[in-house]
Each structure stands twice: as C-alpha cells, then as structure tokens.
C-alpha cells in the first residue's frame, strides 16, 4: 500500500503570489499515475492534475504539476482569491489513496 | 450535463446496514470505471471502493474489506454500496465518483464527483 505525505499542512499567502505543495510517495508511483484535486468548504473536489503533469479540462494554465517517482508538487503560479482551498494528491492505477491534504489560506 | 446524484444516507445504529446508490447521467454509464470516496467531518479523502466498468475488478480499502460491497447496474446507469457492520468510524460523507478514462486497465483519476450522501454511525 502505497502512503502519500503532503506537506506543508497549511500555506499562508497572499493573492499574486506563487504556492509550492508538496506530495511524497512511500514508494515509487508507477506510470506517474498521480493526480491533484482541490476542495472548497462544501464542495466535492475537482480534479486539477493527472499523470503527474497534465491539466485536467478548464483547468486554467497557472495550475502546473510536476515530479515522478515518489516525489511530486504542485504549482500555482500565481495565486487567484478562489485558489484559496485544500488541495489533495492522490495515487492511482492500483489501489487508489489520497494524501492527507495541504490548506492554502489567505495570509 | 454529466451528473453523479448519491442517495441512501442518513443515521443507522452500529452494527446496521445501509445501501447507498448513485445514479449517473450525461455519459455512457458503463464505458467506465467508478468509485466510492468518503470523507469523515473535518477529515481528508479516503477511497474506499472501485468497479471496473464491466464489474470484472473490484477493489476496497483494508478498512472496509469484508463489511462493504460494490455493485454497479448498467442498465439503470447506477452504482451501489452495501455497507454491513456499520462502525462509528464509518460517519462520513460517501461521495461517488467517476473514473477518467474509457474502460481503463487500471483505476485512473477521478473526473467527476457527486455532490455526496452523509452516512451517520450512531446509536
């Protein structure tokens, strides 16, 4: 069973600034099949990322994965007021888990 | 519009059961694999259950294994989860979602998301 450890727990910054979470795998993830979803207090999540890097449909540009192996991160490149959310990696391809989640808050 | 719609929540004592059902729209149905994901109050995601679009692979988390079953009827565009033995740690929010990709070989991402059916384990 593979355990993912995202980090930092929380992130404070403010709007326009760039935001860097963090996802490391207990053991390597094969074929990149990692993904990123973000959370907003009362909604499902939404899917960002997949395969490690590539966005998900309407997923604006300044949302960027990358990373492979057991270590993955996403980026956002400059952060807008609804990119205030938790954000959530996840292994699939064999038994699917989640990472514990990573909060950006508005500094 | 693709749509995920859960129903079947609500209290049940422990040690009960209850049967969760979400019907899809939008898409065809069994071209794709789905999921249960939960989401216990204030807690992260944690997946608990997978289909593959024929019914041919079926997965579960280790801490439902043995007390849950996944199900899915393609004619009625619908995925179920029986959940037997009802457990406190159960109390969560089951939301059902789709998998990414055409008939997969693997589970893939999760596309799309009901809104979720909150499950309460009380007595």
């Known amino acids: 069973e593979i355990v993912l450890t995202q980090s930092p727990g929380t992130l404070s910054l403010s709007p326009g600034e760039r935001a860097t979470l963090s996802c490391r795998a207990s053991?390597?993830?094969?074929?990149?099949?990692l993904a990123w979803y973000q959370q907003k207090p009362g909604q499902a999540p939404r899917l960002l990322i997949y395969?490690?890097?590539s966005r998900a449909t309407g997923i604006p540009d300044r949302f960027s994965g990358s990373g492979s192996g057991t270590d993955f991160t996403l980026t956002i490149s400059r952060l807008e007021p609804e990119d205030f959310a938790v954000y959530y990696c996840?292994?699939?391809?064999?038994?699917?888990?989640f990472g514990g989640g990573t909060k950006v808050e508005i500094k | 519009e693709v749509q995920l719609v859960e129903s079947g929540g609500g209290l049940v004592q422990p040690g009960r059961s209850l049967r969760l059902s979400c019907a899809a729209s939008?898409?065809?149905?069994?071209?794709?694999?789905m999921h249960w994901v939960r989401q216990a109050p204030g807690k992260g995601l944690e997946w608990v259950s997978g289909?593959?679009?024929?019914?041919?692979?079926?997965g579960y988390a280790d801490s439902v294994k043995g007390r849950f079953t996944i199900s899915r009827d393609n004619a009625k565009n619908s995925l179920y989860l029986q959940m037997n033995s009802l457990r406190a740690e159960d109390t969560a929010l089951y939301y059902c979602?789709?998998?990414?990709?055409?008939?997969?070989?693997?589970?893939?991402?999760?596309?799309?998301w009901g809104q979720g059916t909150m499950v309460t384990v009380s007595s």
């Open positions: 979602a789709k998998d990414a990709r055409i008939a997969a070989r693997h589970w893939d991402a999760f596309d799309i």
């Open positions: 939008g898409f065809t149905f069994d071209d794709y694999a």
């Open positions: 289909i593959s679009w024929n019914s041919g692979s079926i």
């Open positions: 053991q390597s993830v094969s074929s990149s099949y």
């Open positions: 395969g490690a890097s």
């Open positions: 996840q292994q699939y391809g064999s038994s699917p888990a």
